[in-house]
């Protein structure tokens, strides 16, 4: 099974600011199936990122992904108060589909 | 456009069953892999099962031996029986495809297990 370790465990951030997410994945992942999604209370996750850096329909580019093998890295350039959310990477390359533990994102 | 629809939830008791359906639209299901996924309430996330195209299927073992993934094709539908529910199997099940490398996920429905 894949692990997936994410952090900080919660990033409090101003807006306007930067904030980069990382995922460390336990063994190497195909960099086309990780993905990363944004989830706030009483809602269904909402993909951001799919194949580590492909921004999904309608989400703005602030949110960008990037790396490669172990390494992942969620950034969103300039917060705004709606990103305030838990945040997840999840990894598609093998089964068990697995998750990370998720970074809670507060702006100040 | 990929669309999932997750149905079946509800309150249930322990020991009880439950069957979940996920009907899906703008792709050719029969193509697709399927799985499901579950959210315990203020946990994160845990996959639960897939299914593949010939029918073959695979379980997290915290519901081996308890539940079925199962597909109807001509209904492009998906379906997850539940059964033996325990409490710790309270959670948002949502279903999942997966269509040119990008996941699609449903809205999810809710299954509380409780006397």
């Known amino acids: 099974e894949i692990v997936l370790t994410q952090s900080p465990g919660t990033l409090s951030l101003s807006p306007g600011e930067r904030a980069t997410l990382s995922c460390r994945a336990s063994?190497?992942?195909?960099?086309?199936?990780l993905a990363w999604y944004q989830q706030k209370p009483g809602q269904a996750p909402r993909l951001l990122i799919y194949g580590a850096s492909n921004r999904a329909t309608g989400v703005p580019d602030r949110f960008s992904g990037s790396g490669s093998g172990t390494d992942f890295t969620l950034t969103i350039s300039r917060l705004e108060p709606e990103d305030s959310a838990v945040y997840y990477c999840q990894q598609y390359t093998t089964l068990p589909l697995t998750f990370g533990g998720g970074t809670k994102v507060e702006i100040k | 456009e990929v669309h999932l629809v997750e149905s079946g939830g509800g309150l249930v008791q322990p020991g009880g069953s439950l069957r979940l359906s996920c009907a899906a639209s703008g792709f050719t299901f029969s193509h697709y892999w399927m799985h499901w996924v579950r959210q315990a309430p203020g946990k994160g996330l845990l996959w639960v099962s897939r299914?593949?195209?010939?029918?073959?299927?695979v379980y997290a073992d915290s519901v081996k031996g308890r539940f079925t993934i199962s597909r109807d094709d001509p209904k492009n539908t998906l379906y997850l029986q539940m059964d033996s529910l325990r409490a710790d199997d309270t959670a948002v099940y949502y279903c999942l495809a997966f269509s040119g490398g990008q996941p699609y996920w449903g809205q999810g429905t809710l299954v509380t297990v409780a006397s």
């Open positions: 299914i593949n195209t010939d029918g073959n299927t």
């Open positions: 063994q190497s992942v195909i960099s086309t199936y």
